[in-house]
Every structure is written in C-alpha cells, then in structure tokens.
C-alpha cells in the first residue's frame, strides 16, 4: 500500500497505513528493540528510549560514523517520534480488532530530489518489518525500491508543480 502524501502548514507528510495481526506489544517491540530493530532496518539503533532520548543512525558503511536523531515524542506502546533529516518521522500504534494498526508518518518542511527516495526507503522498510512480524525474513529490495521510486517521484513531480 503507497503513503498518502499530503500537503500541510508545515510542509509536506507521507503517512503510510498499516493494519497488522500482531499485538501492540509485538509490533512496538520491533520498532525500539535493538535485536529486533536491526532485521528490517539494520542502520537505526536505539540508545536512550524516552522523549527526549536518542536514536542512533549508522552509517553501516565501514568508517563507524553515525548520527544522533532525538527522539521529539514517545509514550511507550503507542508513538515513537524523531527527528530525521530536516524533518521528523512518527510511528503510532493502536489497536484494532484483528491485531494493531501502524502508522508511519514521515513529515518533511519541503519536496526536494531525496523526498521520494526516501519515501520509497520507508516504503520497503515497512515491507521488510510486515514480512519479519508474519513470519517470514525477506532483505530489503533494490528491484522493489526502484519501482515505487518511481511512483514517489512521479508523485513529488507533480506536487511540486502544484505548489
């Protein structure tokens, strides 16, 4: 399923919706434990897990650089928030019937030419993470990413067009 991409005050939120078997337990686990983080996305890390606290971004390209993302909202099982980039990235976890609901909201203050490739990032990430919660490890796909690439950008196209 696409995020939405909307405009808003603030600039521009990809929200990507979600609906999971798993319980909220579950599911959070795999978003703020590193053990189960490192499956389907190997570059985060979570060193101090509280608003305020840090998540760690690793290069993972050999030279052991990283960045430091503050964590702007958190209320265990429910929302994690950090910053990414120039902008923030929200989880949000509630229940639903037949297991919980994830959204994943990636808010941006403008559309430049990395806006839809890292779109498409979360894009598959949330694929990888889907897949791990059923069951079933897959890695993450260039082939995959390259396609809805292409539709982010399309769409980033004619946002920028229209704003």
Not at 11 to 29: C, H, I, N, P
Not at 51 to 67: A, L, P, Q, V, W
């Amino acid at each position: 399923m696409l995020a939405e991409i909307e405009k808003t005050n603030s600039g521009y939120t990809a929200v990507f919706k979600r609906m999971l078997d798993q319980s909220v337990a579950e599911v959070w686990a795999a978003l703020t434990e590193n053990g189960k983080l490192q499956n389907w996305f190997s570059n985060l890390q979570t060193v101090d897990l509280r608003k305020g606290g840090t998540i760690k971004f690793n290069m993972n390209d050999g030279s052991g650089e990283s960045i430091d993302m503050k964590i702007t909202d958190f209320q265990k099982d429910s929302v994690l928030e950090y910053e990414w980039g120039e902008g923030v990235v929200r989880f949000e976890l509630s229940t639903h019937s037949n297991g919980t609901q994830l959204l994943l909201k990636d808010f941006f203050p403008v559309l430049n030419d990395h806006t839809a490739k890292d779109i498409s990032g979360w894009h598959i990430c949330l694929d990888v993470l889907v897949s791990l919660l059923n069951g079933v490890k897959i890695d993450f796909s260039m082939e995959e990413w390259n396609k809805v690439y292409e539709i982010y950008k399309a769409e980033m196209e004619q946002l920028m067009v229209s704003y």
